[in-house]
C-alpha cells in the first residue's frame, strides 16, 4: 500500500496564479482532511471531508477550495495564490481517529 | 474553542538524558489525545495516543505519555534518549462528538538530541 500521497511535492507560483493540490488515499478511508504546516504555529486545518461528495470548512479557509468527487481523492484548490498562503501542505486521511498523513507539498507563492 | 499549547518551542538535550515534552489543553469534554513526530523533510506520525482506559500510554520506541484530566495534560517522556529520536513533536486533541476525527494541533516542540 501506497498509503497517503501528495503531488507535486514543490511548487512555485506567482501572485495571483492558481494551482490544485492533489492528495490520494488506497486504505478506503471516509475521512480526509488539508492542514498547513507554518513555523512556530503547528498544523492548522484548511477544509476536510466526512466521505465522497462532502467538503467542510476548517480553521482557515479562506482562500482555498477543495472537492472529494472520488472517495480517495482529495483535492485543494487555490483560485488565486498570495505569499501569505506560502507554506508546507498536509493531506491526512482516517478511519477512526488515528490521521494517516502523506508526505507534504511545499508551495512558494512569490 | 479548544486549544493546545505545548509549552517548549525548543529542548536540547545529551544522548541517554531524559526528556518531557510539555502538553496542556482546553477541552470541557471528553478527549482523545496524541502525539505525532515528524522527522525533517516528512510527514507526520502517529507516536501514541489516548482513547480510553489507562491513563498511561507507550509506544513501541520507549516513549511514554500520562493523560492527566485534573490538570488537563498530556505530557510526552522518555527516559533515555538517543540521536535518532531527533524531531519535532506535536501534541493533538480530538474532542470527539460532532468534531469526530478533526485534530486541534500544538505548536510543536523541537528535540535535538546532542552526542
Known sequence: ?110 | AQSVTQLDSQVPVFEEAPVELRCNYSSSVSVYLFWYVQYPNQGLQLLLKYLSGSTLVESINGFEAEFNKSQTSFHLRKPSVHISDTAEYFCAVDAGGTSYGKLTFGQGTILTVHP
Not at chain 1, 89 to 103: I, K, L, R, V, W
Request: some cysteine.
Open chain 1, 1 to 110: 500500500n501506497a498509503g497517503v500521497t501528495q503531488t507535486p511535492k514543490f511548487r512555485v507560483l506567482k501572485t495571483g496564479q492558481s494551482m490544485t493540490l492533489l492528495c490520494a488515499q488506497d486504505m478506503n478511508h471516509e475521512y480526509m482532511y488539508w492542514y498547513r504546516q507554518d513555523p512556530g504555529m503547528g498544523l492548522r486545518l484548511i477544509h476536510y471531508s466526512v466521505g465522497e461528495g462532502t467538503t467542510a470548512k476548517g480553521e482557515v479557509p479562506d482562500g482555498y477550495n477543495v472537492s472529494r468527487l472520488k472517495k480517495q481523492n482529495f483535492l485543494l484548490g487555490l483560485e488565486s495564490a498570495a505569499p501569505s498562503q506560502t507554506s508546507v501542505y498536509f493531506c491526512a486521511s482516517s478511519a477512526t481517529n488515528e490521521q494517516f498523513f502523506g508526505p507534504g507539498t511545499r508551495l512558494t507563492v512569490l
